[in-house]
T-cell receptor
Framework: DMKVTQMPRYLIKRMGENVLLECGQD?????MYWYRQDPGLGLQLIYI???????SEGDIPKGYRVSRKKREHFSLILDSAKTNQTSVYFC??????????FGPGTRLTVL | GEQVEQLPSILRVQEGSSASINCSYE??????FPWYKQEPGENPKLIIDIRSNMERKQIQELIVLLDKKAKRFSLHITDTQPGDSAMYFCAASAGTGANTGKLTFGHGTILRVHP
């Protein structure tokens, strides 16, 4: 069963704390993505990973960094979270550049 | 980078009628145009896509049209049902160079199908 998983599903942090969002996929997809979704703004690409240790900035990378040490796992890190990083974060994966499969999302609140 | 405009932002239709969502893009190198449906509290799911070597694609009640010259593409849902009510996103991807694999999404259209 093809699946993208995200942990945690809900997270509340205080401003200045570090945040780690984790994503896994069981489809051996080379390409993985991190997006954030805000009302009225659609989905904005934060980072794209073409494979292990092959990451590229998306449209809004500032304030974020990523790590991909295994093909099936892609992490999003917020060093010293800010209140404007409150959002819903989606991870996705795809075989090359075809259909993207999205995870269930992580709702992050930064107080 | 690519910019995608999507209209309308809200669309209300009667059950059984058709619904149309329109998108435009700027980068002539874009060659892949997917449409995603997102139900409340759920993740986006691909419902139909079209590549630049096609002008029209249909899957059941979903029709996608692509006009490369005008840089426009559209989604048409025929015979809408209450289950079609959701948020719909269009997207575009260049698939080449520095933008390889990067999807740019429109801001979304909330479709409400009224009985």
């Amino acid at each position: 069963d093809m699946k993208v998983t995200q942990m945690p599903r809900y997270l509340i942090k205080r401003m200045g704390e570090n945040v780690l969002l984790e994503c896994g996929q069981d489809m051996s997809h080379e390409t993985m993505y991190w997006y954030r979704q805000d009302p009225g703004l659609g989905l904005q690409l934060i980072y794209i990973s073409y494979d292990v240790d092959s990451n590229s900035e998306g449209d809004i990378p500032k304030g974020y960094r990523v790590s991909r040490k295994k093909r099936e796992h892609f992490s999003l890190i917020l060093d010293s979270a800010k209140t404007n990083q409150t959002s819903v974060y989606f991870c996705a994966s795809s075989f090359q550049y075809a259909e993207q499969f999205f995870g269930p999302g992580t709702r992050l609140t930064v107080l | 980078g690519e910019q995608v405009e999507q209209l309308p932002s809200i669309l209300r239709v009667q059950e059984g009628s058709s619904a149309s969502i329109n998108c435009s893009y700027e980068d002539s190198a874009s060659n892949y145009f997917p449409w995603y449906k997102q139900e409340p509290g759920e993740n986006p799911k691909l419902i139909i896509d079209i590549r630049s070597n096609m002008e029209r694609k249909q899957i059941q009640e979903l029709i996608v049209l692509l006009d490369k010259k005008a840089k426009r593409f559209s989604l048409h849902i025929t015979d809408t049902q209450p289950g079609d009510s959701a948020m719909y996103f269009c997207a575009a991807s260049a698939g080449t160079g520095a933008n390889t694999g990067k999807l740019t999404f429109g801001h979304g259209t909330i479709l409400r199908v009224h009985p």
